[in-house]
């Protein structure tokens, strides 16, 4: 089944009447997106947005709203305390894990759901979320502001109208840290503490994008990497900016040996990290099986949102679950349909861990399935077959172009509640399963909306 003729989408191919010629456009993607991670430069090329009707589009939108917010809900019934809540994920906070929590609870839970984004896979009855990424440190915004401002520059006739509307991460992210700044009474300067590294870049032209964009907006506003931050901080104690975009992860700065003490100096002297340390409890998978499962609280509208939303999600553990209706032994499902399930990692990002049952030889999946269920660590998860979209690309300027029917996972962003685009990532050879840009070298775009 192709999204061109699926019942959700409402696909519309955008006019090309006036689009800038193929090898333009090769040209102007491998540009925009220069060293910021992708593999424009040696993947075949995208040579138009992913498009869908505007209620398509909204949909997405008001689906991952709904679910973010009973993510944050389920955090909050879990335990009144912090350490109830950490103890009912199953995280243990260390040095490594968990290191920036403040002393402000309050605070840690009003901003714990301020930037989201959830990755989606379009099944055969319509979108399914299969996880949350919730922080500052996911992927996503640079690539979604370069590839819309390609595009509204590539299409559209000599009036400019284009004929896709284009939500801006970068606008939305700031409108963000306005209401911050102005409910916390901080002047308005912003650093997006990051390292290329994380980004696969030999610059810090991923960020610097951002930056500038603040700076536009009024802020003062800075690229900061670990090299960077002890400077920053003055022998008396006092920082220069009051606000900081946590666009990491610790555990891969302490992995590569990058120190967190200056983090914690930038702390200590006042630097609020945002989105505070609770953020990434909304991210572990163990949710979505709380709220697939049924929780006491969840009212018969919650529970119709996650039916229609979620796929069937379960925390591994032994013992009985209940499959289409009917009691049945966790370990025997698994075993017994293998091609139905994926196994992810209750915390984990970057498709490290995940074990998909249909692309894994059964001794290595009930090996998968054996680890899981004595770790404690994981969630299974039904597989969503994904529909697809007959995508038009060129493997180079002055080559043919072509098209591909590929399977892509959809992550609408979201900064304070607004909508910051649509973020797409897909193999261009159609292959599907498990996506990764960094370790997989899949191709990366943007859904756009149509105007009418």
Same mark, same amino acid.
């Given at each position: 089944?192709?999204?061109?003729?699926?019942?959700?989408?409402?696909?519309?191919?955008?006019?090309?009447?006036?689009?800038?010629?193929?090898?333009?456009?090769?040209?102007? @993607?491998?540009?925009?997106?220069?060293?910021?991670?992708?593999?424009?430069?040696? /993947?075949?090329?995208?040579?138009?947005?992913?498009?869908?009707?505007?209620?398509?589009?909204?949909? &997405?939108?008001?689906?991952?709203?709904?679910?973010?917010?009973?993510?944050?809900?389920?955090?909050?019934?879990?335990?009144?305390?912090?350490?109830?809540? &950490?103890?009912?994920?199953?995280?243990?906070?260390?040095?490594?894990?968990?290191?920036?929590?403040?002393?402000?609870?309050?605070?840690?839970?009003?901003?714990?759901?301020?930037?989201?984004?959830?990755?989606?896979?379009?099944?055969?009855?319509?979108?399914?979320?299969?996880?949350?990424?919730?922080?500052?440190?996911?992927?996503?915004?640079?690539?979604?502001?370069?590839?819309?401002?390609?595009?509204?520059?590539?299409?559209?006739?000599?009036?400019?109208?284009?004929?896709?509307?284009?939500?801006?991460?970068?606008?939305?992210?700031?409108?963000?840290?306005?209401?911050?700044?102005?409910?916390?009474? &901080?002047?308005?300067?912003?650093?997006?503490?990051?390292?290329?590294?994380?980004?696969?870049?030999?610059?810090?032209?991923?960020?610097?994008?951002?930056?500038?964009?603040?700076?536009?907006?009024?802020?003062?506003?800075?690229? +900061?990497?670990?090299?960077?931050?002890?400077?920053?901080?003055?022998?008396?104690?006092?920082?220069?900016?009051? +606000?900081?975009?946590?666009?990491?992860?610790?555990?891969?700065?302490?992995?590569?040996?990058?120190?967190?003490?200056?983090?914690?100096?930038?702390?200590?002297?006042?630097?609020?990290?945002?989105?505070?340390?609770?953020?990434?409890?909304?991210?572990?998978?163990? +949710?979505?099986?709380?709220?697939?499962?049924?929780?006491?609280?969840?009212?018969?509208?919650?529970?119709?949102?996650?039916?229609?939303?979620?796929?069937?999600?379960?925390?591994? $553990?032994?013992?009985?679950?209940?499959?289409? #209706?009917?009691?049945?032994?966790?370990?025997?499902?698994?075993?017994?349909?293998?091609?139905?399930?994926?196994?992810?990692?209750?915390? #984990?990002?970057?498709?490290?861990?995940?074990? &998909?049952?249909?692309?894994?030889?059964?001794? $290595?999946?009930?090996?998968?399935?054996?680890?899981?269920?004595?770790?404690?660590?994981?969630?299974?998860?039904?597989?969503?077959?994904?529909?697809?979209?007959?995508?038009?690309?060129?493997?180079?300027?002055?080559? /043919?172009?072509?098209?591909?029917?590929?399977?892509?996972?959809?992550?609408?962003? @979201?900064?304070?509640?607004?909508?910051? #685009?649509?973020?797409?990532?897909?193999?261009?050879?159609?292959?599907?399963?498990?996506?990764?840009?960094?370790?997989?070298?899949?191709?990366?775009?943007?859904? @756009?909306?149509?105007?009418?």
């Amino acid at each position: 089944m192709e999204l061109g003729t699926h019942p959700w989408p409402g696909v519309r191919p955008f006019p090309t009447t006036h689009r800038s010629s193929a090898d333009d456009i090769c040209r102007s @993607l491998r540009h925009e997106l220069r060293d910021c991670g992708t593999w424009l430069h040696t /993947q075949p090329v995208p040579l138009e947005p992913f498009a869908v009707s505007r209620s398509a589009y909204d949909e &997405l939108f008001t689906a991952a709203r709904e679910l973010l917010n009973l993510l944050r809900r389920a955090v909050l019934e879990a335990a009144p305390t912090r350490q109830g809540r &950490l103890a009912a994920v199953g995280v243990r906070p260390t040095a490594q894990t968990f290191p920036f929590f403040v002393d402000d609870d309050a605070f840690e839970l009003r901003h714990c759901d301020a930037m989201a984004r959830p990755d989606v896979v379009i099944g055969p009855d319509g979108p399914r979320f299969v996880e949350f990424n919730v922080s500052g440190a996911f992927g996503g915004p640079t690539e979604t502001h370069g590839f819309g401002q390609a595009w509204t520059r590539l299409y559209g006739g000599p009036e400019r109208t284009l004929p896709f509307t284009v939500d801006d991460p970068f606008a939305a992210r700031a409108d963000l840290f306005e209401d911050v700044c102005a409910e916390l009474g &901080l002047p308005r300067a912003v650093a997006l503490v990051g390292n290329r590294v994380d980004r696969r870049g030999e610059t810090t032209r991923y960020f610097d994008g951002e930056a500038a964009y603040l700076r536009e907006r009024g802020f003062d506003a800075e690229v +900061l990497e670990p090299r960077d931050l002890p400077q920053k901080v003055s022998r008396t104690g006092n920082v220069r900016f009051p +606000l900081a975009l946590r666009y990491f992860s610790p555990g891969d700065w302490v992995s590569r040996g990058e120190p967190l003490a200056p983090v914690h100096a930038m702390i200590a002297a006042g630097c609020i990290l945002y989105p505070p340390e609770s953020s990434y409890l909304l991210a572990n998978k163990r +949710l979505l099986a709380w709220l697939s499962e049924g929780a006491p609280w969840m009212s018969d509208g919650d529970r119709r949102l996650v039916h229609r939303y979620l796929p069937w999600t379960r925390v591994i $553990q032994e013992g009985k679950v209940r499959w289409r #209706g009917d009691p049945v032994d966790l370990r025997q499902l698994l075993t017994a349909h293998r091609e139905s399930f994926v196994l992810k990692p209750a915390v #984990g990002m970057v498709g490290h861990g995940v074990v &998909l049952g249909r692309s894994c030889p059964r001794p $290595q999946w009930e090996a998968a399935v054996t680890r899981a269920l004595g770790a404690h660590d994981a969630i299974v998860q039904e597989y969503v077959e994904p529909v697809r979209y007959q995508l038009e690309m060129i493997r180079d300027p002055g080559t /043919q172009p072509y098209r591909v029917a590929v399977a892509p996972v959809l992550s609408p962003l @979201l900064f304070g509640g607004r909508a910051g #685009g649509v973020y797409a990532r897909y193999y261009p050879d159609g292959r599907s399963g498990v996506i990764g840009v960094a370790q997989g070298g899949a191709m990366e775009n943007v859904v @756009l909306a149509a105007a009418t």
